[in-house]
T-cell receptor, first 116, second 112 residues
Framework: EPEVTQTPSHQVTQMGQEVILRCVPI?????FYWYRQILGQKVEFLVS????????KSEIFDDQFSVERPDGSNFTLKIRSTKLEDSAMYFC??????????????FGEGSRLTVL | GEDVEQSLFLSVREGDSSVINCTYT??????LYWYKQEPGAGLQLLTY?????DMKQDQRLTVLLNKKDKHLSLRIADTQTGDSAIYFC????????????FGGGTRLMVKP
């Protein structure tokens, strides 16, 4: 069964360092997303991406965050200068159509980021 | 703004039915979802319901939607120990495009 894959599964970094989290969405999907879950808190939307541009972003997704689809398969989340409060599990997701279409959103297993 | 709430914890015995409840505040929901998260794993889509439906059944899972009360439930029949996990409800709204709003999750513990 097709699945969303994420790397790395866990990354530890020093505050102020740049981090890139990678995702390979399901191959025929057109919509891509990043969510995060701070330990003990709700899963929160960060950004959605369609047709090579950001379609929506939340207040959390400030200037230190960026997303990119550098080739036909990868979808990356870059955090430019990490802060302690960026420590969280970051989930990538993809869908074949927008949520108003099929309604199905598939998540990867997550990348745990620990900022020291 | 929109808010999705769930109780934190549910404990049931193996073989019993589990009912996990969720309430939401925004009446413009289009789809409502149930996701399962096992320890150390990602979010697995279990089922979803379109907002013009009252009920959806899929094998052991039954989703009930009460739009008037803004209440969503997930019933798991014949609960097994492998069903132990955190269950998240989530919604997407008419005016929020592709954004999912999640509840805080309900931890289901199934005792043998």
């Amino acid at each position: 069964e097709p699945e969303v894959t994420q790397t790395p599964s866990h990354q530890v970094t020093q505050m102020g360092q740049e981090v890139i989290l990678r995702c390979v969405p399901i191959s025929n999907h057109l919509y891509f997303y990043w969510y995060r879950q701070i330990l003990g808190q709700k899963v929160e939307f960060l950004v959605s991406f369609y047709n090579n541009e950001i379609s929506e972003k939340s207040e959390i997704f400030d200037d230190q965050f960026s997303v990119e689809r550098p080739d036909g398969s990868n979808f990356t989340l870059k955090i430019r200068s990490t802060k302690l409060e960026d420590s969280a599990m970051y989930f990538c997701a993809s869908s074949e159509a927008g949520l108003a279409g099929t309604g199905e959103l598939f998540f990867g297993e997550g990348s745990r980021l620990t900022v020291l | 703004g929109e808010d999705v709430e769930q109780s934190l914890f549910l404990s049931v015995r193996e073989g019993d039915s589990s009912v996990i409840n969720c309430t939401y505040t925004d009446s413009s929901s289009t789809y409502l979802y149930w996701y399962k998260q096992e320890p150390g794993a990602g979010l697995q889509l279990l089922t979803y319901i379109f907002s013009n439906m009252d009920m959806k059944q899929d094998q052991r899972l039954t989703v009930l939607l009460n739009k008037k009360d803004k209440h969503l439930s997930l019933r798991i029949a014949d609960t097994q120990t492998g069903d132990s996990a955190i269950y998240f409800c989530a919604e997407t709204l008419n005016n929020a495009g592709n954004m999912l709003t999640f509840g805080g999750g309900t931890r289901l513990m199934v005792k043998p």
